[in-house]
């Protein structure tokens, strides 16, 4: 069982930036696709970015590319999301997922994660 805790969240200005954290209690030395999503009120789930921790290979949704960054702390077991220049319709409830034992390919449009975390609000006002 993995356990996913999200940090980092709160409150910006647009154009502001925050770094979101997920603890994860997984082991080091296997395969996990980690994702970050997000949800805003009255909208679906959608995939933000995500880190391959065997390849070490990202995938980020198109409308992020170039602002986010996702990376990993191997050793403190850490997933990161840098979030720049960020939007009003950004805000939402960010979450981190972690899938093991996966096929194929880890990027932003996998839905079948088996682990999420509680999620971290981000509000960005105008």
């Known amino acids: 069982q993995v356990q996913l805790v999200e940090s980092g969240g709160g409150s910006v200005q647009a154009g502001g930036s925050l770094r979101l954290s997920c603890a994860a209690s997984?082991?080091?030395?296997?395969?996990?696709?980690m994702g970050w999503f997000r949800q805003a009120p009255g909208k679906e789930r959608e995939g933000v970015a995500t880190f391959d921790t065997g390849s070490r290979t990202t995938d980020y949704a198109h409308p992020v590319k170039g602002r986010f960054t996702i990376s990993q702390d191997r050793a403190k077991k850490t997933l990161y999301l840098q979030m720049n220049s960020l939007k009003p319709e950004e805000t939402a409830m960010y979450y981190c997922?972690?899938?093991?034992?996966?096929?194929?390919?880890?990027?932003?449009?996998?839905?079948?994660?088996?682990?999420w975390g509680q999620g971290t609000q981000v509000t960005v006002s105008s």
């Open positions: 997922a972690a899938d093991d034992g996966f096929r194929g390919r880890c990027y932003t449009g996998k839905s079948d994660f088996k682990y």
């Open positions: 997984i082991y080091t030395f296997n395969r996990y696709c």
